[in-house]
């Protein structure tokens, strides 16, 4: 198993994309099954992921994504409030994969 491969930076830029992909289910009623808007670095890191870490991952990333949801408007007191809850969230839920810990 991989582990401490992602830093909480790059865990709130994947979580901010799922949670853009939510707002438009949310507000369109269709998901948006167009590929992760990250670095080619970061997406590097994905797909180094066994198959089972890369699932398990996401569907934790997606967790957070929801949770945040509700507070994520645009506005950047918002954003703000959303990268401390990604970070705190991620500390308790991704701690096996992050390297900040």
Sequence with gaps: ??????TITEVIAIVMDLA??????????FEDESELHITRHLNDKLESLYSVEYDDFLCRCSEIAEDILSIKTGELNELNQCHEEIGFLAKKKLKEFLIDI
């Design 1 to 6: 198993m991989k582990k401490d491969i992602f």
């Design 20 to 29: 853009d992909k939510l707002k438009v289910y949310e507000l369109y009623g």
